[in-house]
């Protein structure tokens, strides 16, 4: 369950990017996790579809590298689509 509260952070942090950025939609977004923060791939995305539900993230994939590290998480990348539709 701590993945929701890992998926809460991000969302957080590339809604701030992405209304920084203007996107009218995030494709995807690229995380680096320590393998210490015991985030699994498939719960982090459930948590994270049911936050973005009706947000523009909705629909967007989550894709995690795991680095032998205890605590890192970070948001490395995202892919959006700005307001001119690229």
Request: aromatic content about 12%.
């Amino acid at each position: 369950m701590h993945e929701l509260t890992y998926a809460r952070e991000v969302y957080k942090i590339v809604h701030k990017y992405a209304k920084y950025c203007k996107a009218n939609r995030v494709i995807a977004i690229y995380l680096v996790a320590g393998t210490g923060t015991g985030i699994e791939q498939a719960s982090f995305q459930f948590y994270w579809e049911k936050l973005a539900k009706g947000t523009p993230f909705e629909g967007s994939h989550i894709e995690i590298d795991y680095i032998n590290d205890d605590t890192t998480l970070l948001v490395d990348r995202m892919r959006i689509e700005d307001k001119g539709g690229s």
